[in-house]
């Protein structure tokens, strides 16, 4: 196992470093090697070399560069998973899976919390990277049951938060619309056992309109094309979007990449898994269907320029559990507090439809929110488990730059500021901590601190969002142009901040008098305020708050809460509560150690193979990845641990070759002498070696690549020697053998001693061997092997206890009731085995409780009345014979477990007790007959009885086993004698006939005629 650990070892080795031997075909797969890393021309070839050989992740350090290839690539199989797990990070060539592994190990060794940010632009990458992520851990992390439930839900819940959080973009046909942050806690054996979800800024202004070419939530596409049709009539839906308002304004109802029919599937299977109920289901569907009927909802405005409703309202009141009354009052009026006193106004025309939607986003944004809750108990850890861990994911939507950029836009960059802020500081913490733990001197590095945008946007009373609360907070008429206009005289002389009143010439030209720029890290952003303050402040209408409050769907209970009417206190604005969430989010990932995926989509048709450079350099800029390239490559652009490094290139020293026997340090240190490194290419940490030059790395390995030929010879000739070396000992051994056997069966008979022991415990295991393999398997096999002479004795100990052995096993494996059928036969073998002709007709037959089967031959009650407690153990229909004239009374005799009684019909006619039962004599023919001798002593009986009975051999072994005679039962060849009565004594003869007959003979005897058996 050592050797083939060793092995695997090497190979992935050699994938990974091979390629530094290829580079000029497939570029670096570290972007550190790069020569000109301050080149970003050069940064976008080697992307595209590596893009066109499929290679579509690449290294930045410790960053994975993910490029989306637009097609199914066969990189992410169980076999591929296999190959990264518990491989070093740097061994292999880059993967997401390296990246996954890695962090999962960080986890278990360092027990410190982890956690993976995935960024780029819509249609990057970044779901599918996270669902890969998720998927290798559930995989390839220790589990059982409840575990393996748990990575069902954790992957189950991605298609439902799809469904409900992404939709079609021009950019994207699966665009994540929200931020989403995933914890994975892991315990102390590193199996998952629970998970978190946090959202970030959904974007619920999609809910009430859509760009051209896009669409609205999938959830809406899904239920109209996957529903049954009973369950849309419940709705009172139809199945064309086009009749839907809120789906109709992109103008995209089908997209060819997309199946609303399956992925709607997909949706109804996933949802029991991740805890939901029929009844909640049912509930969210009606949620869904309100807010396309609420979208359908039309007003009118009267001539003194009131508003009502022109439509039907009352199937939309139901789907939402309201009253319809008080919905259509909330929907066309406005409740407002003054001094005191609540007065209600009408709303005009704009105002009503601004309403309506702001219900259908709130409605649907809250649900979201309460989704995200639900999945987060079905993920809840149940028990608490002492050394758990966490791995965050962190999924969120990357820089964006539209043609028309709006406040969602600006908070998507704003964020997209913190996260750059964040990871600059985190990968300069780490390569100092590096460089400190190393012992090598810290060189301070040159970057762009983008502090400054970040202080713009967020400063307390002088930020881009404080004066946008301000705006919306102040009395009196404001407007999106007047918080411009603030925005001018507050932060007019920032350097990152134009607007066209503050900009030159050449930029007036290309921006409008509704717009301000901002300098992002990532480049110039044109932001139209129309709409900002209205967005930022996101208010419901109080009257219909309270209306939502007293629905009967207990999701939309959950979400509209009543002490939110009560609290007069006005909510934090939208852009504030998403700067708390965020400052809370980084909080989150300082406490944690980061990971990177950078992803990066190559053109914007979703075609595979094509590369658009303009598109891809613009991507590079504003994920900041020159930046974060610079940093690392500030100091040394290659590291690794000594053993790996001295396992490697040894072959190019030959102090170091084949072997190093002293310390790794010296080790390294003798072979970078003899390559000739000068004192400024590298440093000696405490257990790595820093190559400060690419080029330094890629002579070496250029070295390793000429040197390989002699390698092979050196090896080839130790194997081929090694090999020889084994093919003459298993010879020797052979002809040894051989020997041995030989001599030992000419010594076979003697003494066991050295001359003969191989070849007589040879004999041995073959005898018990063959033995093993032919035991018998039934009680009443009697074979059995032969064995060797020197083996006897054991073989027949070994028989018996094998015997021993089966019929344990068959005594535990009868039944009570087979038990007792078995020891009534074995007793019948004792008394008439080779004694009476009619006894081999009996052995397969069955001994039966009760002979009595028909309804005229059932017990009277009257008999059982006077039996009492004496309950009848056996019950048999007899002939009774007379003992004076020998005449036939047909009877029942039944058999308790004290004395046996003499039944006509309903009368006892005689009882006979066990204690006074001398004798039970039979014929040794075929007959039925019997004769129960009674003792003379008792007074209180009747005689002997002459019975006849066609089921003798049963009856007899039953009275005898009751009675206790079973040695008394005599069988007589030729006749019997009884008693008569007062010491008179008769006969009864037995002979052969053709058939049965009791008749009255000679001499006043009983003739009984047996049937020959054939």
């Known amino acids: 196992m050592r050797y083939q650990a060793r092995v695997r070892s090497m190979i992935v080795r050699l994938v990974m470093e091979g390629a530094l031997t290829a580079r000029d075909r497939v570029g670096v797969q570290d972007f550190v090697l790069l020569e000109n890393y301050n080149s970003e021309a050069a940064f976008i070839e080697n992307l595209r070399r590596r893009f066109r050989e499929n290679l579509i992740y690449t290294y930045i350090g410790s960053v994975l560069v993910s490029m989306n290839p637009y097609k199914e690539l066969e990189i992410y199989s169980k076999q591929q998973m296999d190959r990264y797990r518990g491989v070093s990070f740097y061994e292999i060539s880059p993967h997401i899976y390296a990246l996954s592994d890695n962090t999962y190990r960080a986890m278990r060794t360092e027990r410190k919390d982890q956690c993976i940010l995935i960024s780029g632009e819509s249609g990057a990458g970044k779901t599918e990277a996270s669902k890969k992520i998720l998927l290798y851990y559930a995989v390839t ?68 309109h859509q760009n051209h070419g896009e669409r609205n ?83 009118g405005e009267g001539e003194e320029g009131e508003t009502y409703i022109t439509t039907e309202i009352s199937n939309l009141a139901r789907l939402l559990g309201v009253d319809g009354s008080a919905l259509r009052e909330a929907l066309t009026h406005k409740k407002l507090t003054a001094k005191g006193e609540e007065m209600i106004t009408p709303l005009n025309f704009e105002q009503a439809e601004a309403a309506r939607d702001a219900l259908a986003k709130a409605v649907y944004g809250r649900t979201f929110t309460w989704l995200v809750e639900k999945i987060n108990q079905s993920l809840a850890l149940k028990v608490h488990s002492k050394g758990s861990s966490v791995i965050g994911l962190l999924d969120i939507y990357g820089f964006e730059v539209l043609q028309h950029n709006s406040f969602e836009q600006f908070c998507i960059n704003y964020c997209n500021e913190k996260l750059q802020q964040l990871f600059i500081e985190l990968t300069l913490r780490s390569e100092q901590e590096e460089y400190e733990t190393e012992g090598i001197a810290w060189e301070t590095v040159q970057y762009f601190d983008n502090k400054i945008i970040c202080d713009l946007i967020e400063e307390k009373h002088k930020g881009i969002i404080s004066i946008l609360d301000e705006e919306c907070l102040r009395p009196g008429e404001t407007c999106d142009v007047s918080f411009l206009e603030k925005l001018e005289d507050t932060v007019g002389g920032h350097p990152h901040f134009v607007t066209h009143k503050l900009a030159n010439g050449k930029t007036r030209r290309v921006m409008s008098r509704e717009e301000f720029r901002l300098l992002h890290y990532a480049g110039e952003v044109n932001y139209n305020v129309n709409g900002f303050l209205d967005k930022n402040n996101d208010l419901l209408n109080r009257n219909l708050k309270e209306v939502m409050c007293q629905s009967d769907n207990q999701i939309l209970s959950h979400c509209f809460r009543r002490e939110e009417v009560i609290d007069q206190k006005r909510p934090e604005m939208a852009a504030t509560q998403f700067k708390n969430s965020l400052m809370k989010l980084t909080e989150i990932l300082r406490s944690k150690e980061p990971s990177y995926v950078r992803c990066i989509k190559p053109n914007d048709a979703k075609q595979p193979g094509r590369f658009d450079e303009v598109l891809v350099r613009h991507q590079v800029k504003y994920l900041g990845l020159m930046e974060n390239l610079r940093v690392r490559r500030a100091g040394f652009a290659y590291r690794r641990r000594f053993e790996a490094f001295l396992q490697r290139y040894k072959p190019l020293c030959p102090e170091t070759w084949p072997n190093w026997h002293g310390r790794l340090a010296d080790g390294v240190l003798t072979l970078v002498k003899h ?96 033995l093993r393999k032919n035991l018998p398997k039934s009680v009443l096999d009697k074979s059995w092997p032969t064995p060797p002479p020197s083996l006897d004795e054991a073989s027949e100990h070994l028989q018996r206890l094998h015997m021993r052995n089966m019929v344990t096993k068959y005594c535990w494996r009868v039944q ?67 003992k004076r004239g020998f005449k036939p009374r047909p009877r029942q005799l039944l058999l308790t477990n004290t004395f046996a009684v003499l039944v006509d019909k309903t009368k006892i006619k005689q009882r006979i007790d066990y204690t006074a039962l001398r004798d039970i004599a039979l014929s040794s023919l075929s007959d039925g007959m019997c004769v129960l001798h009674i003792t003379r002593e008792d007074n209180k009986q009747k005689g002997d009885l002459l019975l006849h009975c066609s089921h003798s051999i049963e009856l007899v072994t039953k009275l005898a086993m009751m009675a206790n005679k079973t040695s008394n039962v005599n069988i007589n060849p030729g006749s019997i004698q009884f008693t008569v009565a007062r010491g008179k004594e008769g006969i009864i003869d037995f002979v052969r006939g053709a058939e049965l007959k009791v008749t009255k003979g000679r001499r006043g005897h009983l003739l009984v005629v047996s049937q020959r058996l054939l």
């Open 141 to 208: 992390c220790p589990t059982n049951d409840h575990m393996a439930a748990l990575g069902d839900r954790l992957l189950q819940s991605n298609p439902v938060l799809e469904a409900f959080g992404n939709a079609k973009t021009l950019r994207n046909d699966n665009s994540s619309r929200f931020g989403k942050y995933m914890d994975v806690q892991f315990d102390f054996r590193g199996a998952p056992v629970g998970g978190h979800i946090l959202n970030y800024l959904l974007e619920k202004s999609r809910v009430v």
């Open 675 to 770: 390559l000739g490194y000068k004192d400024e290419e590298y440093k000696l940490g405490r257990s790595k070696i820093f190559i400060r030059f690419p080029k330094t790395l890629f002579n070496t390995e250029d070295a390793l690549e000429a040197k390989k030929p002699e390698i092979v010879i050196v090896i080839q000739s130790g194997w081929r020697g090694m090999k020889a070396r084994r093919r003459a000992k298993r010879r020797r051994q052979a002809a040894d053998l051989i020997r041995r056997f030989i001599k030992g069966f000419i010594y076979r008979h003697g003494e066991y001693g050295p001359e003969n022991d191989y070849f007589l415990d040879h004999v041995r295991y073959s005898f018990l061997k063959n």
């Open 217 to 299: 939530f999938h959830i809406f596409y899904q239920l109209l094309d996957g529903g049954q049709d009973d369950q849309l009539n419940t709705l009172n839906l139809e199945r064309n979007p086009q009749n839907y308002r809120y789906l109709v304004k992109g103008n995209c109802p089908r997209v060819s990449s997309i199946s609303d029919k399956n992925n709607w599937k997909v949706v109804m299977k996933a949802l029991p898994v991740i805890g939901f109920t029929e009844e909640e289901v049912q509930k969210l569907l009606n949620i869904i269907a309100s807010v396309l009927h609420l979208g359908n909802t039309q007003f």
């Open 816 to 882: 009570p009731e087979w038990k007792k059928q078995m020891m009534q036969k074995v007793v019948a073998s004792e008394i008439f085995k080779d004694q009476k002709d009619s006894y081999p007709q009996s052995v397969g037959k069955l001994f039966l409780d009760s002979r009595l089967g028909t309804q005229r031959e059932q017990i009277s009650l009257k008999v059982v009345q006077t039996l009492g407690n004496d309950k009848v153990q056996y019950g048999v229909s007899v002939i009774k014979y007379d």
